[in-house]
């Protein structure tokens, strides 16, 4: 039984320091951060956080402080004196988002006494750390091995859950549920792994909906938790939809335009050409052209080549790098997977880019999420064009996203 926490409650307008966060850490996130005031959701979390006696479910919109919220009160755990187990367990989908998390931990404490385990190539504890963030892959093959001195765990966190659990679809076969069921994910093994130990567990996610949540019913994971729901519904916030226009353009052999109104689509068409195709590369190039973007990134299926996008879109003197080699200032195209680009938080991304048909509402969710982020100014201007091609039932199925999430789709007034 999840117990929800009443969102109807005027907000208090705390410090950090109030909400239990230390002194030490508190400077270190002005000094090196320039973050003074914690937003609604921090306030809501970081105190049953900070407790640690209670297990907690949070939902929240994308870009909205989640993640740095849980690592800044994890900095702020840390002390001074080694430890003898591991007290913090940070579990993220992708190495991309664990080194993130290994940063922001840097520069919010002044004890180093953590450590990211991502990637297989890393070498063993040297020390015990009080924080250990890694992805569950790697995580799980280190318990297993019995390297991870975890019998003092106090807090685990699982972030991105819907992605690390990846549960099926909603409309999955029986087959699909079968072989999902008899094939655990990492993840999952894991928090199974270390359910007997006596801990808080919090499970975050920005789509923390009602077929995961049952999910997470059934196992052992989780005791009586909190659920701090501040998402109010599937669609993005009324203050971010101000801030970030949302733009679709249909590409066909010969044309560029606007997605169209239902009752106008013709779902007879059909163009003969992939989302990688040189068209659809073009286009992109143009709109590079057209906008000014700062540290824009272009999201392509799982199906397509980053080094093919890449190439391509040098062929239109474009220049664009995968999203691992992320450098802050470098002010390029950034080629990524829903799944590379997940919960990485870029500051100041002007533009987002989605080439083809986002493959559910959640994903759309996710990857427009990241431009239009929190900032200490506040949420961010930004936008995100969809790039589909003229094929048949998709430019109906667009708008019928739209509509579900109540975003409201602008033209673009250098196309038809």
Not at 79 to 86: A, C, D, E, F
Not at 332 to 355: C, M, N, Q, Y
Not at 362 to 377: E, F
């Amino acid at each position: 039984m999840f117990v929800r926490s009443s969102l109807k409650a005027k907000r208090c307008y705390s410090t950090f320091e109030k909400l239990g966060i230390s002194s030490a850490t508190c400077q270190k996130l002005s000094s090196n951060f320039n973050v003074t005031q914690p937003t609604h959701a921090q306030e809501q979390f970081i105190p049953v956080l900070v407790k640690g006696s209670q297990d907690l479910l949070l939902r929240d919109r994308t870009g909205t402080g989640k993640t740095f919220g849980t690592t800044l009160t994890l900095a702020s755990l840390i002390p001074s004196t080694p430890s003898k187990s591991i007290q913090s367990l940070y579990i993220v989908p992708n190495q991309e988002l664990a080194y993130q998390i290994g940063s922001w931990l840097s520069q919010l404490t002044p004890h180093a006494s953590h450590q990211v385990f991502a990637s297989s190539d890393q070498v063993e504890l040297t020390q015990i750390p009080h924080t250990v963030v890694g992805t569950p892959a790697r995580i799980l093959d280190l318990v297993s091995q019995g390297k991870l001195p975890l019998h003092g765990l106090q807090r685990l966190v699982l972030d991105e859950a819907d992605q690390a659990l990846s549960l099926p679809k909603r409309y999955a076969t029986v087959r699909q549920q079968q072989q999902r069921a008899s094939h655990p994910k990492p993840a999952e093994l894991l928090l199974d792994a270390l359910s007997r130990l006596n801990k808080q567990t919090v499970i975050s996610s920005a789509t923390l909906n009602r077929p995961l949540r049952y999910f997470l019913s059934q196992k052992e994971w989780v005791h009586d938790p909190l659920f701090v729901d501040l998402a109010g519904g599937s669609g993005l916030n009324e203050e971010r939809t101000s801030t970030v226009q949302h733009h679709c353009l249909v590409i066909s052999d010969d044309s560029i335009r606007n997605v169209r109104e239902k009752d106008a689509i013709c779902k007879e068409s059909q163009v003969d050409f992939g989302d990688d195709d040189d068209r659809m590369m073009e286009s992109v190039a143009v709109l590079q052209e057209l906008e000014h973007v700062r540290d824009g990134i272009l999201f392509i299926g799982h199906g397509v080549s980053v080094n093919t996008v890449k190439s391509k879109l040098a062929g239109h003197g474009v220049e664009a790098a995968d999203i691992k080699d992320y450098r802050r200032g470098e002010n390029k195209l950034w080629i990524a997977t829903e799944f590379t680009a997940r919960g990485v938080d870029i500051p100041g991304v002007s533009h987002v880019f989605i080439l083809g048909k986002p493959v559910s509402v959640t994903s759309y969710l996710h990857m427009a999420g990241r431009t239009g982020r929190l900032s200490p100014q506040g949420f961010a201007s930004g936008k995100v064009i969809n790039l589909v091609r003229e094929h048949g039932w998709t430019e109906s199925k667009m708008v019928s996203m739209y509509d579900l999430l109540d975003i409201p789709v602008q033209n673009y007034q250098h196309v038809e």
